[in-house]
């Protein structure tokens, strides 16, 4: 499958836990993004990076998110000490040049993360 | 964020009906528009694009009608089947700005 794949897809954390979420995008892709899903909410940016880099991190919570995309192995979003609020599904997507460019985000399947 | 105004929020339509979802947007430095379809349980996927050079794209079924001045853009899903029930979001991008999406119709194409 040379598609975008995402681990875990389904995660439970206690309230004060860390989670960490991990895409691996598709081959070839150096361009990756996070963005959070809640019900009757749509999808909302996160975070932008290319290797190595942030490029954007305007949807980024100031505390307790964090996002690298490292030179070897997945991007990881990671969330610290996360709270009920950060139930979602976690959607990452990946492409071959910058979204602002006419091409084509392909998307992950999502990690359900469920705080309890 | 910059937002993309979707609506309506869900849709119910008869199978070989019309299926019809709007989008407005603000920013006019915006030159991207995609659909992207979601069945429950998965990730998006690109349904159909345009730029807005054009005012109207069509892939089989699938129509993009797009008004520049007014900064509106909409699906229109011709024959609609039980197999097109899904979510849809528009979304636009431009000038450095991520991808940013709507917030999401949700389509039931009865038989």
């Known amino acids: 499958n040379a598609g975008v794949m995402q681990n875990p897809r389904h995660l439970v954390r206690r309230r004060g836990q860390e989670a960490r979420l991990r895409c691996s995008p598709m081959?070839?892709?150096?361009?990756v993004y996070w963005y959070r899903q809640l019900p009757e909410e749509g999808l909302k940016f996160m975070v932008y990076?290319?290797?190595?880099?942030?490029?954007?991190e305007s949807g980024m919570p100031k505390e307790r998110f964090s996002a690298e995309f490292p030179k070897e192995g997945p991007s990881i979003l990671r969330i610290q000490q996360v709270v009920r609020g950060d139930s979602a599904a976690y959607f990452c997507?990946?492409?071959?040049?910058?979204?602002?460019?006419?091409?084509?985000?392909?998307f992950g399947e999502g990690s359900r993360l469920t705080v309890l | 964020q910059q937002q993309v105004k979707q609506s309506p929020q869900s849709l119910i339509v008869q199978k070989g009906g019309i299926s019809i979802i709007n989008c407005a947007y603000e920013?006019?430095?915006?030159?991207?528009f995609p659909w992207y379809q979601q069945f429950p349980g998965k990730g998006p996927a690109l349904l159909i694009a345009?730029?807005?050079?054009?005012s109207e794209k069509k892939e089989g079924r699938f129509t993009i009608s797009f008004n520049k001045s007014a900064k509106q853009f909409s699906l229109h899903i011709m024959d609609s089947q039980p197999g097109d029930s899904a979510t849809y979001f528009c979304?636009?991008?431009?000038?450095?700005?991520?991808?940013?999406f709507g917030k999401g119709t949700t389509l039931s194409v009865s038989s």
């Open positions: 990076l290319q290797k190595e880099n942030i490029i954007d």
């Open positions: 979304a636009a991008t431009g000038a450095g700005t991520a991808l940013i």
């Open positions: 997507a990946s492409s071959f040049g910058p979204s602002t460019s006419p091409g084509e985000l392909f």
């Open positions: 920013n006019t430095a915006f030159d991207y």
């Open positions: 345009i730029r807005p050079d054009v």
């Open positions: 081959k070839g892709h150096s361009h």
